[in-house]
């Protein structure tokens, strides 16, 4: 399965693209507000793509954003009813992961049988704060304390998007 939008490609990850994504999940920028810290090797990138491509066996939900050849970031449903992005910092400000979420979301409710589609972030990332409440996602929750990286804790802001009728 392959969704294309104006500007984007969003497709199953495949071998060939270690060296994008570990541009992308090594990058201090792009993983400042993820749930693990930024990759220090390409073996650790390499079992994030071995987990990507063995779950696009299943229904894909979970894409690799390709612009121009170049995969720049991630985005779908990862796990449950969850849904998270991840951009190249270089890509940042030019509305490419609402394109890419955009086309996404009415996918996975039509693959899925899901009530809802819900997603984690953190509250100092205003971007994806406000990028979720514009495709939609209504705050449910949040919680203190969630993710301890590299000694630090952040909390998370949880929200909801609730299957169109």
Known sequence: MTLVTERLIL????PGDLMDLYAIFSDPRAMRFWSTPPHNSLARTQENLDRLIASAVRTLTYFVI???????????MHKADEVG?????????????TEAMTAIIPYLFAVTDHAQLTADA???NAASVGLLQSLG?????????????????????????????
């Open 11 to 14: 497709r199953a990850a495949k």
């Open 66 to 76: 390709e612009v121009d050849g170049r995969v720049i970031g991630t985005a779908g």
């Open 85 to 97: 992005f991840l951009l190249h910092p270089d890509y940042w400000r030019q509305g490419i992961v």
């Open 122 to 124: 953190d509250p100092r």
């Open 137 to 165: 996602f209504r705050e449910t929750h949040r919680a203190e304390r969630t993710f301890c990286i590299n000694g630090a804790w952040s909390d998370s802001v949880y929200f909801a998007l609730q299957r169109p009728s």
